[in-house]
């Protein structure tokens, strides 16, 4: 990474708990590109003010986690069809102050389900209901599976998300079993107070053909390691968070890196 400088140009994440991964990543990036860009985590205390700095001070992309991946739509200027077509924003480009919103969350899900050769009849358990859902349901429908389930407390989000995609939903697990569970909830993430609890009981886990945790810290949480145990095949919230860094990259520098590039990134992420 060159030194600082008042040429930099200066990329960001927005998130209720930041971690070093998308920092990590980026950074090694740019050293491994010679490029003169620095990026850098925030946990905002006020999200509309931190939206009016990145426009108001010229920084380049933003990435956007949880919670916040509904809640910025109203503060940008245009909606990229991979964001609009979720309600979900998980990274926002800013170009001469005018900053347009996209969705790579959407990709990297629907790439994983390609490259793991889920099959599309598979039954399937999504918990979760917010813009990370969002996400995953509609890479689910679009993919072409038809048996899915959404289960979320507040049945208004849930309801809503499984009827937009012709699913159903439900409350609570209640004993239920798929082919494939996914969980897209912060149960198991790291720093939050459900670190240490499994989002799907042991015999969801016993009865399921995949096992799919989109928390991506640590990379091992509870239901994947439960489900290695299990000996069940697993896609972990650090493939999903490989993908997704990878395709903001290339929207923020319009420099797409080599294979080989993005493995010795992946690989600087996760030695931490």
Not at 54 to 59: A, D, K, P
Not at 85 to 95: E, F, P, Q
Not at 242 to 269: C, D, K, S, W
Request: negative net charge; contains cysteine.
């Amino acid at each position: 990474m060159p030194i600082l400088n008042k040429d930099m140009t200066l990329c960001i994440s927005l998130s209720a708990r930041p971690s070093n991964n998308g920092t990590r990543f980026h950074n090694h990036l740019y050293g491994q590109l010679d490029l003169n860009w620095i990026y850098k985590a925030f946990a905002p205390t006020n999200l509309e003010q931190a939206i009016a700095g990145v426009r108001g001070l010229g920084i380049r992309g933003c990435a956007v986690s949880m919670p916040y991946k509904e809640d910025v739509i109203a503060l940008v200027d245009e909606m990229d069809p991979s964001a609009k077509a979720i309600d979900s924003v998980n990274t926002i480009v800013n170009t001469d102050g005018h900053l347009k919103a996209y969705n790579t969350d959407y990709t990297a899900i629907e790439q994983l389900l390609a490259t793991n050769s889920v099959p599309t009849d598979y039954s399937v358990l999504v918990q979760g209901a917010g813009g990370m859902a969002k996400a995953t349901v509609a890479a689910l429908r679009d993919a072409g599976f038809t048996d899915v389930t959404v289960i979320a407390r507040n049945e208004a989000a849930g309801r809503a998300l499984a009827e937009q995609y012709g699913f159903s939903w439900r409350a609570a697990l209640d004993g239920g079993a798929a082919d494939m569970i996914v969980n897209v909830t912060p149960i198991g993430m790291a720093g939050g107070a459900d670190a240490d609890a499994l989002s799907f009981p042991a015999e969801a886990i016993d009865t399921a053909k995949i096992v799919f945790d989109v928390v991506a810290l640590p990379a091992e949480t509870p239901l994947i390691r439960a489900a290695r145990v299990a000996g069940k095949p697993v896609i972990t919230g650090a493939e999903v968070a490989t993908i997704q860094a990878l395709e903001q990259f290339v929207l923020y520098t319009g420099v797409r890196p080599t294979a080989e590039q993005v493995r010795a990134a992946e690989e600087f992420t996760r030695a931490q």
